[in-house]
Nanobody, 123 residues
Framework: QVQLAESGGGSVRAGGSLTLSCELS????????VAWFRRAPGNEREGVGA???????TWITDSLQGRFIISRPNGNTVSLEMNNLAVEDSATYYC?????????????????WGQGTQVTVSS
């Protein structure tokens, strides 16, 4: 079983930037894809982006393209760079790991989840 731990959340003013990190541990060899999701109070969980650990292919949801970047700085870390943050980006951000390749934006594609890290953007 793989474990995931997010870090890097915090409070920032609108227009600022934050970079979140997701550290994988345990049986990481089974993980083929890592994604970021977020959930704001009163909203459903939504897919932010994902990266394929084999091909390096990345996805970012359309509404966040140009501001959010997902990368893998080393084998067991996945980063989410968030730029020009807006108040509506405030949410708890989760990373998730998948054993199989399926639709990246579906939470059901992932078998392991981190505890989440809070991002608060103020105006």
């Amino acid at each position: 079983q793989v474990q995931l731990a997010e870090s890097g959340g915090g409070s920032v003013r609108a227009g600022g930037s934050l970079t979140l990190s997701c550290e994988l541990s345990g049986y990481t060899a089974e993980t083929v894809r890592v994604a970021w999701f977020r959930r704001a109070p009163g909203n459903e969980r939504e897919g932010v982006g994902a990266i394929d650990r084999g091909t390096g292919r990345t996805w970012i949801t359309d509404s966040l393209q140009g501001r959010f970047i997902i990368s893998r700085p080393n084998g067991n870390t996945v980063s989410l760079e968030m730029n020009n943050l807006a108040v509506e980006d405030s949410a708890t951000y989760y990373c998730a790991a998948a054993r199989y390749r399926d639709y990246w934006y579906r939470s059901t594609s992932y078998n392991a989840w981190g505890q989440g890290t809070q991002v608060t953007v103020s105006s």
